[in-house]
């Protein structure tokens, strides 16, 4: 193809558009595209480099069973007569999906269809689950709906800006950049940055709270008692306004900076900002999800956006960041396992109107297995038959080497994927090549719930198709022929649409209704938009708000559940690093995105080095109570002692000893299902 193709990036929940224009030497050159309102033309490092993501080594690029070269017909009739086999011998709930926020939305519509409501079982799960599930429950407790109420455009109308649990600078890069423009275009706005790290996004702040870690929901409960002090609440828009006032009226100054381990000044400065500025965001994003208590942290933030009405107005609100490219439409269209398609719930009214749409009578009837329960069900036998769906849960999922024996013992683990060896796929007994970015069409949704086309502009190598082809292909061979008779993206996708306006009456706040009828051009052509997308022309969040009234929801501020003991003294925290992605299977390959950090490396304070007698550049051995993991020591002050930090991408190909979810134990928030990946009691010593 010799056009300019526009596209949008495949990593972060930023959603940048690109354009992919051919290049000389035969390739093509990625470059930012002006025209797309997340981005404006600008790409961070990853975005730019994609370009040098698109050769074929190591893909996937036939249809294979139990080792063997299959054709598609083969493998997918091979496939389809074992998943049949389970179902008929242990019922519907012996098989589970693995999604990921890397699918299509159309990819993630049809794998929820053939499961939910086909075979009539909710256990499809996500690796989203690790990333964004408990702002999700914050969402759906306060405002009623899984409503983010922010755009990025909130940027640069706002006040102050609260980072928190957010290392924007090199997670959500373009996002930081917006900020650091905004910031420097309106000098008064001010930044706030609550993160026990001193990390790139602390930079441009103009306070620095570095508290305990996982003690974030305190400083929040005591701004909205502090909030109360200043001004009563308008009692008539909440619901449950007691409990929770109740519970924060317990939270003094003194009380929030004993918990955080703040000095009271800082506290104090952090209030008087919130509470006396006009406009205010808070920017969440793993740091506050990725914890026992996350649900309760999104609570505490969204609360005092509430009490102070900061919120539904420009330059306003509690943003939740998504990590990945899609993970918003896998929100929409129920790829978590606690919720049915386009927002709705599993009460019988829903359940209801899903099989009417969809023409089943077999519509899950309760929520199915969520991630770390999922992979603890394979291991007990439970579950039968997994189809892991573009990720890499071997590496990614806490108790990573749980996971691998789990999935060694599954008799039927399906992997759709674009790399042929991976650390999941060495226990796949049936592999199916899944088209890669630049060869696959649908959509993805992005932070600010703007849905954006991925175009491919690049031919599908050997045998490679689209995710949502081999589910409707298996799904026609269990019976369901008439069901996902699709035969294009674009027909997945208007179904989607019209699902989401189906008896909606404006109770659902998902609603694109709008772009239920577009043509196959039309959808081709779909620029950017933010949903919903309907005929009704008021604006979002006022519609949602005069729905009914909101939640302020009580929050019991909770430390994690892992605390240091005197065989494990120091905290681990996991992130992101700049320049790669997920498990490195696509960056991991890009020679100058592996020049910032080129191995597993353990960020150490100064007098934790000495205490424990390393130093800069020695090799470590971390263990924690689930396993261990070797990594080069970086000695930093942006560290709090008896705290470190270790990046969460290395797979085995890249260190066979650099996986640090092996350590990690797969504690989970209650509500959100949501693994504590950010605080983990560990030991060093030198390997
Ligand atoms: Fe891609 Fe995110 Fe970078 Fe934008 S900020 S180019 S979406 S990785």
Sequence with gaps: MNTVVRSTCPYCGVGCGVEARPAVNGGHEIIGDKQHPANFGRLCVKGAALGETLGLEGRLLYPEVDG???????????????????????????????????????DYYAANKLMKGFIGAANIDTNSRLCMSSAVVGYKRALGADFVPCSYE????????????????????????????????RPQMKVVVIDPRRTATSDIADLHLALRPGSDAGLFVGLLNYLLQQQPLMTDRFDGQSDATTLAAGWSLAKCADFCQLESAAVQTFWQWFASTDRAMTLYTMGINQSSSGSDKCNAIINVHLASDKIGRPGCG???LTGQPNAMGGREVGGLANQLACHMNFEPADIAKLGRFWGSERIAQTSGLMAVELFEAIARGDVKAVWIMGTNPAVSLPDSSRVAQALASCPLVIISDVVRNTDTSRF????????????????????????????????????????????????????????????????????????SGYENNG?????????????????????????????????????WRSNGKFQLVPVEPELPEALADHRYPLILNTGRIRDQWHTMTRTGGVPRLMQHINMPLIDIHPHDAKRYGVTEGDLVRIASRQGGMVARVQVSDSQLPGNVFAPMHWNQQFSRRGLVNGLVAGVCDPHSGQPESKQTAVRIQRW
Excluded at 519 to 540: C, G, H, I, K, M
Aim: aromatic share 10%.
């Design 68 to 106: 063997e070269r299959m054709t598609w017909n083969a493998a997918l009739d091979e496939t389809a007569s074992r998943l049949q086999a389970i179902i008929d011998e242990f019922g519907p709930k012996a098989v589970a999906f693995y999604a990921s926020g890397q699918l299509l939305t159309e």
């Design 154 to 185: 909130d940027l640069e109308q706002t006040d102050l800006v609260v980072l928190v649990g957010s290392n924007a600078a090199w997670a959500h890069p373009v996002l930081y950049q917006r900020l650091v423009q905004a910031k420097k275009l």
């Design 318 to 320: 509690p943003f939740s």
């Design 428 to 499: 796949a007994t049936v592999r199916f090549p899944a088209q890669a970015w630049g060869e696959k069409n649908g959509t993805v949704t992005n932070s600010e719930r703007r849905i954006s086309r991925q175009r491919g502009f690049l031919p599908s190598p050997g045998e490679a198709r689209a995710e949502w082809w081999m589910i409707s292909q298996i799904a026609r061979r269990l019976g369901y022929a008439e069901a996902f008779s699709w035969q294009h993206a674009h027909e997945i996708f208007c179904e989607h649409a019209a699902l």
């Design 507 to 543: 109770s659902r706040a998902f609603d694109i209704s709008g772009l239920a009828h577009l043509n196959l051009e039309q959808y081709d052509a779909l620029e950017p938009v933010r949903w919903p997308v309907t005929t009704a022309s008021t604006p979002a969040f006022k519609s």
